[in-house]
């Protein structure tokens, strides 16, 4: 079963992925983690990117897409993928759809997670993640604070704030999604997607359980 996972920047969605994908047992493939993944290994494609992801704009759908599809041939995603981050535009739910039904794949859940505006900048702002790729725990400084300043509880690796993660970037990428994202929403119910809509305010255990539970609906 592929999972799109939906919501605004800081609605939940890399919080909630990892219980998501271990649930299901199917790879969570962020598109933000890559480009970031690429940005810090210095490719071209991470060169490509920086300067979207600094403004807050989009990375062009081509560009994406080539991602995805390569991602979507690889072998631990041939029984579905959580898609955390895409599709982020229009285009790229074509994309994805013409690429799920040449290759026999239905049309996924959509989970949608329902945050207004007013709390994702805070969310935002006070975002922190753990350096160490292999952890990549997420906290919040007031929401989700760790045991001890600025250190992960996982793995005692230092807490960073991500460069787009200020006021103003925040702003802007809120801007791109209402302008952008948000209509891709809309394109799937029209397109007969599954959509399971959730409450993102709630605290964060209660929008895993809320999420488990109707994904049980729907695969049962
Ligand atoms: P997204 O991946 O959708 O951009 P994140 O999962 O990174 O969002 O969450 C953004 C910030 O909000 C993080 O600092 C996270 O700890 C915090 N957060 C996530 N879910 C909740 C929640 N239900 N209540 C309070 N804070 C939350
Ligand atoms: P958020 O936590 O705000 O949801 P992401 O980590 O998903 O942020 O994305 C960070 C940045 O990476 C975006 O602002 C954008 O520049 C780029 N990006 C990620 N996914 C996509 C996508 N599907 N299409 C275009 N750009 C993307
Ligand atoms: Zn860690």
Redesign the pocket.
Known sequence: MDVILFGP??AG??TQAGRISDALSIPHV????I?RYHLKQGTDLGTL?RG??DR????PDEV?FKLVADRLTQDDALGGILFD?????VR?AELLADWLSTNGRGTGVVVNLDVPESILVPRLTGRRTCENKSCGAGYHLVFSPPVAHGVCDRCGGKLLQRK?DNEETALN?LDVYRSQTAPVLAWLRQHDAPVLDIDGTKAIDAVGNDIEEGLKAFSA
Request: proline content about 8%; cysteine-free; glycine content about 20%.
């Open positions: 920047p800081g969605k890399g962020s598109t933000g983690d480009f990117a979207y992801m807050g704009e989009l990375v994406v981050g895409f599709p982020r535009t790229q787009d990428r």
